[in-house]
């Protein structure tokens, strides 16, 4: 399975090298929870798994509640680790398929809020917009492999066409 992923608000001074493939199609977050302790939520898990120190220079592992799912990352700068970073990851191998994975995300996403599944939190909110961006560089990316004109105008709310 190949695995593609689109980082939206990076932290400074972090970089993401690697996903599991065991990971689902979706948004996870990555959380600088203090100065120098990251944690990873997976798309689907309800949580993020436990605190993980890492110092400049250092790779760690950071897994998510369900252990087996993990990313690995680098801290490359000596700075306070500081925000929120939305990971979105696509399984697909063709644009086309990774514009229907983040559609399907979009979808859950927008369902759990309408539902009052979500909580409407911050986090959920930004990993929505995430999405959306995403969907748009996806869209774009396809037209240009279709030789068809991308118009993002008559994109609706959605990001749809």
Request: proline share 2%; with cysteine.
């Amino acid at each position: 399975m190949s695995l593609a992923f689109s980082i939206r608000n990076a932290i400074a001074g972090l970089t993401v090298h690697l996903v599991c493939p065991d990971q689902t199609a979706g948004a996870g977050t990555l959380t600088a929870a203090t100065a120098d302790t990251i944690t990873w939520q997976a798309p689907g898990d309800d949580d993020p798994g436990a605190a993980v120190e890492i110092a400049n220079g250092e790779q760690k592992i950071v897994a998510s509640d369900t252990a087996t799912l993990w990313i690995v990352v680098e801290r490359t700068a000596a700075d306070d680790l500081e925000g929120e970073a939305t990971l979105i990851i696509t399984t697909g191998t063709t644009t086309a398929e990774r514009l229907a994975q983040v559609d399907e995300a979009i979808t859950r996403c927008l369902k759990a809020q309408s539902t009052g599944a979500g909580d409407g939190s911050r986090v959920e909110i930004a990993e929505l917009d995430a999405l959306r961006a995403y969907r748009k560089e996806l869209a774009r990316e396809l037209a240009v492999e279709n030789g068809t004109a991308y118009n993002s105008a008559r994109c609706d709310c959605r990001g749809n066409f």
